[in-house]
């Protein structure tokens, strides 16, 4: 079964850039439609991205659409968050997911049942 490790997290000042790393181990991720998610305490988690395991067809929520672009790395098995024009609002706790079933488009409504253990992603000045 494929695991799933993020990396890239940290501080950055408001209107920065972070590149966040999906990696995965035990199997190879192309196969996979991919969901990053993102989650700030007492809130729930929010599903802000995903690419799709037949196309590589990508979805964005609205809150990050045109500033965060997700892409697959397969030379190091891994799926890619580049984050730019960040703002404190995107400050949370980070993670990727993998979906359970193949489906020929992606949705963070999906079901996913391997989840990363996450990376804290600070915006702050």
């Known amino acids: 079964q494929v695991q799933l490790a993020e990396s890239g997290g940290g501080l950055v000042q408001p209107g920065g850039s972070l590149r966040l790393s999906c990696a995965a181990s035990?199997?190879?991720?192309?196969?996979?439609?991919i969901g990053w998610f993102r989650q700030v305490p007492g809130k729930e988690r929010e599903g802000i991205s995903c690419i799709s395991a037949t196309d590589d067809s990508t979805w964005y929520a609205d809150s990050v659409k045109g500033r965060f672009s997700i892409s697959r790395d397969n030379a190091n098995n891994a799926v890619v968050l580049e984050m730019s024009g960040l703002k404190p609002e995107d400050t949370a706790v980070y993670y990727c997911?993998?979906?359970?079933?193949?489906?020929?488009?992606?949705?963070?409504?999906?079901?996913?049942?391997?989840w990363g253990q996450g990376t804290q992603v600070t915006v702050s000045s």
């Open positions: 035990g199997s190879t991720l192309a196969y996979y439609g």
């Open positions: 997911a993998s979906e359970r079933f193949v489906h020929y488009s992606c949705s963070v409504l999906h079901e996913f049942d391997v």
